[in-house]
């Protein structure tokens, strides 16, 4: 055990006080003590994300239990270690080193799914910020074997939103069969999810880039590197694909938004081969893909794959690229005490980008 020098008893944390409701409350939480295995980090900056609203909301049918008031929120912390726990001296972090906290904070490394490489879906998986303290706070745990080291260059708030929707992009692109030079349609290309993915996609991957979204977004989504801007309140996105893409359609389309209505549109852009990548997750009722109809996916040969978050080499190398400037996130930082209002923008669908809480 080691760490770089005294701690305070009690730091500041952000929790959903009201549950199901758009709610946040700044309280003073008491140190944690790291167990075996663990590192306690000194968070300087979070990520804020829609998966942060669901959970908040209670609005996601998914989950298996509902959210409880005290929670800590957040999955895309960045900071330093500064205290060690028994069994940890010969892991691959130190006192000091810059690491990550993604969606998913721990895993057990011994399931089918972890055995596998499919670390992303283990089976007895801790989802940070959701009955396990999240990232809203200035002081977390994390395992020594799962956090993910933050290159030296890349500065701490622009690396936060890289752990989340950055890994999750990068890894849907990967699992959605286009290549370099193949069309790919991005629905929801100005969210915070979408600008990453045009620009991993078009200059990290050389994809052709058609993104949609409301009109407002088009400069920022142009400015990423989309080849092709349709406006979906305007006309007929799915015949406007097929325009673009000398009638054929898509090699794939990634939906990044949380809305039913996207993925019913999705299936109609694809080309024969295609695939549909699920990302987004609407909210409410359970409902299928509308136009997800067995005889065109026979016909098309086309299939439908779906991507929680990507796994902890996915992660090192969605660094990567970001310390190698190949994708910059479009952020604002704000303060602990602006998270209700960053959520209430977020739930009126009016956020470009993304934000990063500075936790100092």
């Not at 295995?37 to 959970?55: A, F, K, W």
């Not at 801007?229 to 406007?240: P, Q, V």
């Not at 996130?329 to 009016?350: A, I, W, Y």
């Not at 956020?351 to 500075?358: A, E, F």
Request: charge should be neutral; aromatic fraction near 6%; charged fraction near 20%.
């Amino acid at each position: 055990m080691g760490s770089t020098g005294e701690l305070p008893k009690t730091y500041k944390g952000v929790v959903y006080d009201e549950p199901g409701k758009v709610s946040t409350k700044i309280v003073d939480l008491d140190m944690p003590e790291p167990g075996p295995g663990e590192v306690l980090i000194n968070l300087t900056h979070s990520g804020v994300c829609h998966s942060d609203l669901g959970v908040m909301t209670n609005r996601w049918a998914g989950l298996p239990a509902p959210t409880q008031a005290g929670q800590v929120g957040g999955h895309e912390g960045v900071g330093k270690i500064v205290k060690m726990g028994p069994g940890t001296e010969t892991s691959s972090v130190k006192l000091g080193d810059r690491v990550g906290i993604k969606w998913i904070s721990a895993i057990c490394g011994s399931c089918p799914a972890c055995l596998s490489g499919h670390d992303g879906v283990c089976f007895n998986q801790k989802v940070s910020g959701y009955y396990t303290p999240g990232t809203f706070q200035q002081y977390v745990l994390g395992p020594a074997n799962y956090v993910t080291p933050v290159p030296e260059s890349l500065p701490s708030d622009a690396a936060a939103p890289m752990l989340c929707a950055g890994v999750t992009v990068y890894s849907a692109l990967r699992k959605s069969s286009a290549k370099s030079g193949d069309w790919v349609v991005l629905l929801g290309a100005g969210g915070g999810l979408g600008h990453l993915a045009t620009q991993i996609a078009s200059r990290g991957m050389s994809m052709r880039v058609i993104g949609i979204d409301a009109g407002s977004k088009e400069d920022l989504v142009k400015e990423c590197g989309a080849e092709v801007f349709i406006d979906h309140t305007k006309g007929n996105a799915e015949e406007e694909v097929k325009k673009a893409t000398g009638g054929l359609g898509a090699q794939a389309v990634l939906v990044l938004t949380a809305s039913n209505a996207a993925y019913a549109s999705g299936m109609g852009m694809l080309k024969f081969g295609g695939t549909l990548v699920c990302v987004g997750l609407p909210e409410g009722d359970l409902k299928g893909i509308a136009t997800a109809y067995p005889q065109f996916l026979v016909a098309k040969a086309q299939k439908i794959v779906g991507v929680a978050v990507g796994d902890r080499r996915e992660a090192i190398e969605t660094l990567e690229f970001a310390e190698r400037g190949i994708c910059k996130t479009h952020f604002r930082t704000v303060k602990m005490d602006e998270l209700t209002k960053v959520f209430e923008e977020m739930d009126r669908g009016e956020l470009k980008g993304r934000v990063v809480l500075d936790l100092s």
